[in-house]
């Protein structure tokens, strides 16, 4: 049995509490499809380690994290001590630079058991993937800021995208795209507006595009995207987004459903040269942490894309069904309207499992 | 009786079926509140005129227009024949820069008689403004493209945030939420991620705040504002964002409200130097142009906005009144469930002024 070596870093806040939820889930779905896996827990990133050290990580954590199979990944963030671009750039961005985790995956579902913010929609109404450029465009921190302090200052922002970045996510969507059954890929742009970059990336959509005839593509400006995000989901199959684009489409496609709190997200490195990287949706929401009530429902469903990833379908697709029915059977935390605590959601969904 | 000259550009497709209705009733409103109005109007901006003339408009068209207290105007694209960025850079974008027309307003209510996409709202529960920047930031032409054609090519996209440009847009927007009963403003921001133009946004928004002490404000990063959008839009007064995030928040916004093809939107110079310009959020629409079934309320509330900046809030209220009870007694076109015609709602509206 070839054993998988997995990083625990659990993070901030509510990241402390939903990763033994997610261990435990992802140990039960390995007993029962017979998957070695071995966890080492890291203390960092995190803003206790920042407060103390003066950074979210060792100076080594490269070489540190490099060998394992992935990272399985908590939360990251705590404003009232560290800001955000801190912590953040500190961290979860440099994973996905440096480990060039150049696709953020995020399946939006509308599931039995969970209330749909959307009037009139049902379960299987809402069902896609979000394929996310996750290591440029407009993320960067090239640019500066002139004039300083007087009325003439003035910042400059780059955006960057080249054709390394944008053809392998795109060639990755359009991969996706052809394993569903609807072959459908939306790209978000908003060429009629940004008008360099924007019309780069369609023109790589349609270049990429000639290679899978079999595929029908469309392109939304990113504005009238979101409006049929909440108007017409239905109608979306794989949507492939720049960074920043994907960033707001992956926070407004779950809002959708109403996933929100318990949508996951993976981090990948598709040719596996780096640890992958699988993450929830949700923050360490500092609001919350310390009663135990935080949903674990995100991080056992990375722990199931994690599996995927790793090469187990069947695995995955258990513990999917497995959070499927404790969606619609409970116990659930208080945010799904119920009164159980993380631990005893967790514990339930590892059984079921 | 001041004469108000405005200059009426109908553009393209059903903003040519539409402009008329939107005449009818700012007329209707004119004769009710003894508001002197003098039209003229103008053939471009358009596609047909490029497609004649090689250019969107004629070359002076800045000294054509410059005179005018308002562009009343319908909508410009038809990318069958023109690219949106051809014909949408050449107009509409032009005006707004070169008019200066650095804010864009955006009344974003729930409506009676309106089907809201969300569920469990009710009329009154959205009511908001967006304001967005609306000369920089992100829409820029700077920037470029290196190693063209080869496998290292890549692009170069320049966002422009002035410390003039910032500040002017907060400052209109922290005295609309002046006027409003809430006093509450939200700052449309991403500083987590894109690291030089947000924190630097994020920077003057707080110093703004400084000079109005009794508005509360705060700041949702992007992804998490458009979830919220869904999710929970009455806790939203006045939102202020960047070029771009205003032009994602303010389709997405009526989106939620189910106006969509109903909602308005001002470009304003506030200091009236240059004149300001009023288009419905919809476009041209190519698909249902020459059916005379597209829905004029958007026309004749960017008609009651005029008139509002014109000085004329009781006629403003009034159009807004008729538009409510039509919406709710009909005559609806098809896009409201309906079978009326363009006109029919049109003069029905009028009639009710
Ligand atoms: C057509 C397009 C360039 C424009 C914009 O993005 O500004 C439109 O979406 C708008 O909001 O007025
Ligand atoms: C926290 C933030 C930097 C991050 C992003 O914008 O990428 C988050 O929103 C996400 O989507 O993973």
Known sequence: MKVHKIAVLAGDGIGKEVMPEGIRAVEAAAKRFNIGIEWTTFEWPSCEYYLEHGKMMPDDWKEQLNGYDALFFGAVGWPDTVPDHVSLWGSLLKFRRQFDQYINLRPV????????????????????????????????????????????????????????????????????????????????????????????????????????????????????????????????????????????????????????????????????????????????????????IANPIAMIWCGAMMLDFLGYTEAHDAMVSAVERCLVDGPRTPDMGGTASTTEVGMAIAAII
Chains 1, 2 share one sequence.
């Open 109 to 292: 579902r509308l599931l039995p058991g969970v209330p749909c913010p959307l009037a009139n929609k049902k379960p299987g109404d809402i069902d896609m993937y979000i394929v996310r450029e996750n290591t440029e465009g407009e993320y960067s921190s090239v640019g500066g800021r002139m004039f300083e302090g007087t009325d003439r200052e003035f910042v400059l922002q780059e955006a960057i995208f080249t054709r390394t970045g944008v053809d392998r996510v795109l060639k990755f969507a359009f991969e996706l795209a052809q394993k569903r059954p609807k072959k459908h890929l939306t790209s978000a742009t908003k060429s009629n507006g940004i008008s360099i970059s924007m019309p780069y990336w369609d023109e790589r959509v349609d270049a990429m595009g000639l290679n899978y005839p079999e595929i029908k593509h469309d392109k939304y400006h990113i504005d009238i995207l979101a409006a049929r995000f909440v108007l017409s989901p239905e109608r979306f199959d794989v949507v492939v987004a720049s960074n920043l684009f994907g960033d707001i489409l992956s926070d407004l496609g779950p809002a959708c459903a109403g996933t929100i709190g318990i949508a996951p997200s993976a981090n990948l490195n598709p040719e596996r040269r780096f640890p992958s990287l699988f993450e929830p949706v949700h923050g360490s929401a500092p609001d919350i942490y310390g009663q135990n």
